[in-house]
């Protein structure tokens, strides 16, 4: 079967650095993406990383590997507005998405 | 732009009656998918269609239906409602399906409660 797993639920300071992990066992790989979602609202896209390495974007960054099955999400400077899931999510060999359940980070002052 | 709308926002719904959630594009984008969202769990995709005209079933198609008559609007029907189609739904689009840069853009979302 397919599976995505990430830790439930995170917590970090303000200011600080966290990140996310993210492991998948799925039938294919066409690419892995990082969504964020405030409580209430829509997901909104992050990253997309299909090659293996770090892509940067900002605070944020996104590492794959694809022999090891393996994401993180990397969040620098935390800032109250960063509380919030993320989902990982991967495109499997039918080009669907396959999510996993989020992250949810909860920031602390 | 509006992006992607749905509608309605939220709706309780008693058991057995039907019921179409809208959802409506209008960035010209080529894919559009249907997912329910549960605590605990990641999204599941119900239904989507690649292109206007078509349709595929997701991972959780059973009790629900689509059509894409055009390229905007997506609509899905309950023809039967059941409590465990409490959730929420949310619509996404996508500008080329399996692209190398595909991604999905979501809309707000609907809370529907099944009673």
């Known amino acids: 079967g397919q599976n995505i797993d990430q830790p439930t639920e995170m917590t970090a300071t303000e200011g600080a650095i966290v990140q996310i992990n993210c492991t998948y066992q799925t039938s294919g790989f066409n690419g892995l993406f990082w969504y964020q979602q405030h409580a209430g609202e829509a997901p909104t896209f992050l990253s997309y990383?299909?090659l293996d390495g770090l892509e940067e974007k900002g605070r944020f960054s996104s590492f794959l590997s694809r022999s090891k099955g393996y994401s993180y999400l990397l969040l620098k400077e935390l800032q109250m507005k960063d509380s919030a899931s993320y989902l990982c999510?991967?495109?499997?060999?039918?080009?669907?998405?396959?999510w996993g359940a989020g992250t949810k980070l909860i920031i602390k002052p | 732009t509006a992006g992607i709308t749905q509608a309605p926002t939220s709706q309780i719904l008693a058991a057995g009656r039907s019921m179409t959630l809208r959802c409506t594009q209008d960035m010209r984008h080529n894919a559009m998918y249907w997912y329910r969202q549960d605590l605990g769990l990641g999204l599941r995709l119900i239904h989507y269609s690649n292109t206007a005209g078509t349709t595929g079933k997701g991972e959780v198609p059973d009790g629900y239906s689509v059509s894409r008559a055009n390229t905007d609007d997506f609509p899905l029907t309950l023809a039967s409602a059941v409590p465990s189609q409490t959730s929420v739904y949310f619509c996404?689009?996508?500008?080329?399906?399996?692209?190398?840069?595909?991604?999905?853009?979501f809309g707000p979302g609907t809370r529907l409660t099944v009673l």
């Open positions: 999510a991967v495109r499997d060999s039918n080009y669907q998405l396959i």
């Open positions: 996404a689009s996508s500008e080329l399906p399996g692209g190398r840069t595909d991604t999905q853009y």
């Open positions: 990383n299909v």
